[in-house]
């Protein structure tokens, strides 16, 4: 019975010895598990999320698109030369005129009773030149009697001449009033279009400069533009200025004409940039049949060149700044940073030209971190970069070392 009972004992105790071995053998593999599943991740983690693209070629065209300001082919503001007050005025905002065609008159009462003085002292002038000459004669045929002297002879021919520089003197005053009696009538320098008239019958107007104000300042009375051809002007980035050369054209739109175009021709520039926003004053000029486009309006410039460079282009945000000079970051083929030097051309705003140190195979991260290291280990993942090739790879294609297809956005759909 005892033999028996210690036998019961010893299976138990073997028993219950099996599942305490069965049970620390299960929970230490959990463990490893556990620790092995948490070592995965935090390997994971530790690699960093980029996307990349692969460079495109510059396109065949240059385009670029700019704000404009239109302007007369002339443009002239007429201001009074003589003081008076407005007679009447014959040509109101829009008239069409013709070179010399009257604009307005102005009554000049001062001017009048000077220049009819000065024209009274012309005549008083010759008069007494007149007299000196015949004196001077008289007293000339009497020239080596006893009667005069050598010396009243002089003096009478001496006089004669001081009558006639004081006949030319009044003559030069009385030409300058007619000059400005002229200036009475106001009319137009060349053919045009009246755009401004600042002027009503009776005001004042000064020859300091036009029509005076209630502080004394002058304005123009009117303002004629020619306007058969325009000017346009357009301020040219630094980065651009390489197209500004004769033969180059540019389309022109203008808000009042949705959906028309015209077209412009470069004129000139002003050949220096503006230190303060690096851009050249640059000037077009286009017909304006039936003075359709008027002077003041705001265009919408647009040039289209043939671009002479077929330099790859990456996004400017793919570019890395450090001590070494300007870096971009590829991805190998197991998934690893190169990072390599570069030679940047144009800024062609949003993106930037690369002259050396890349190729059209590379997959280039956009927008890398600043700490980003070379062989560091990365994960793509798929963000759109509108307008370049993009590599769609899953986080599989860090763990397979190999890159998926690419596929460009617009192709194939």
């Known amino acids: 019975m005892m033999n028996q009972r210690r036998r019961v004992i010893v299976i138990v105790a073997v028993v219950l010895l099996g599942i305490a071995i069965t049970l620390v053998v299960t929970g230490i593999g959990s463990r490893k598990q556990a ?65 010399g065609e009257i604009l307005a008159t102005i009554n000049t009462p001062k001017l009048d009773a000077q220049y009819r003085a000065s024209s009274a002292k012309v005549d008083v002038a010759t008069a007494k030149m007149d007299l000196a000459d015949l004196t001077a004669k008289r007293w000339k045929n009497l020239e080596g009697t006893q009667a005069v002297s050598r010396q009243q002879v002089d003096v009478q021919a001496a006089n004669a001449r001081t009558q006639h520089a004081e006949t030319e003197a009044a003559k ?49 009375l009117f303002t004629v533009a020619d306007v058969h051809k325009l000017r346009i002007f357009v301020s040219v980035p630094q980065d651009y200025i390489d197209i500004l050369k004769k033969g180059v054209t540019a389309t022109i739109t203008v808000p009042q004409y949705p ?21 050249v004053t640059t000037e077009l000029v286009m017909d304006n049949p039936g003075n359709k486009v008027w002077p003041g309006s705001y265009a919408d410039v647009h040039f289209s060149v043939p671009s002479e460079s077929a330099a790859l282009q990456i996004p400017e945000n793919a570019l890395i700044f450090q001590e070494e ?22 800024n062609l705003g949003q993106d930037v030209e690369i002259l050396e140190g ?31 090739n993009q590599v769609e790879t899953a986080s599989t294609a860090f763990n397979s070392g190999e890159p998926k297809a690419t596929t460009i956005p617009g192709e194939g759909q």
Do not use: C
């Open 35 to 99: 620790l092995a599943a948490l070592q995965t991740r935090t390997d994971e983690s530790s690699i960093e999320d980029v996307s990349v693209i692969i460079p495109r070629r510059g396109d065949s065209m240059r385009t670029l698109d700019l704000p404009g300001d239109i302007s007369a082919w002339y443009e002239a503001p007429i201001y009074a030369q003589v003081s008076g007050y407005v007679k009447m005025w014959d040509k109101d905002y829009g008239a069409s005129v013709h070179r």
């Open 259 to 279: 959906g028309q175009v015209f077209h412009a021709q470069f004129l000139t520039a002003a050949w220096a940039l503006d230190k303060d926003s690096r851009t």
């Open 172 to 220: 030069h005053d009385l030409a300058q009033f007619e000059a400005l009696e002229r200036f009475r009538t106001i009319v137009a320098p060349f053919d045009g279009i009246v755009t401004a008239r600042k002027v009503n019958v009776g005001d004042y107007v000064s020859e300091a400069g036009g029509e005076l104000g209630d502080k004394g300042d002058a304005t123009e």
């Open 325 to 346: 000079g300007e870096q971009i970051a590829v991805v190998d083929k197991s998934n690893h940073v190169v990072l390599k030097k570069v030679t940047v051309g144009r």
């Open 358 to 388: 890349l190729s059209p195979e590379d997959r280039v991260i956009n927008n890398p971190s600043a700490g980003m290291l070379n062989g560091e280990a990365v994960r793509i993942v798929p963000h759109a970069t509108p307008g370049y």
